[in-house]
């Protein structure tokens, strides 16, 4: 079994920052993406940065200069550095992670995982 415990959301000023974490635990041979998503009542959930291959993408037109994705593939963790927020930032923040991991039975197979999600608001 894999898990994705996402931490971090809270509630910030127009202009702040946030720091968003991602952690991914359980029998993880390898992971081949870490990405983070956002979604508010009534709309899709968006793509809003991703990491694969040793490579960072900023998904979201939105939060180019803004928001910053790292990680650290050693730890299956995945960091989201969300500067000058806006109150349109808002939303829950979703981190979804793909890979490779182990059965009980011994064999190898495809996972592809969500975590429950963090509250972000952003409010004067």
């Known amino acids: 079994q894999v898990q994705v415990v996402e931490s971090g959301g809270g509630l910030v000023q127009p202009g702040g920052s946030l720091r968003l974490s991602c952690a991914a635990s359980?029998?993880?041979?390898?992971?081949?993406?870490m990405a983070w998503y956002r979604q508010t009542p009534g709309k899709e959930r968006e793509a809003v940065a991703t990491?694969?291959?040793?490579?960072?993408?900023i998904s979201s037109d939105s939060v180019k200069g803004r928001f910053t994705i790292s990680g650290d593939n050693a730890k299956k963790t995945v960091w989201l550095q969300m500067n000058d927020l806006k109150p349109e930032d808002t939303a829950v923040y979703y981190c979804?992670?793909?890979?490779?991991?182990?059965?009980?039975?011994?064999?190898?197979?495809?996972?592809?995982?969500w975590g429950q999600g963090t509250q972000v608001s952003v409010s004067s």
């Open positions: 990491m694969t291959g040793g490579r960072s993408i």
């Open positions: 979804h992670v793909v890979g490779l991991s182990r059965t009980r039975y011994g064999t190898w197979t495809d996972f592809d995982n």
């Open positions: 359980g029998n993880i041979y390898s992971i081949t993406e």
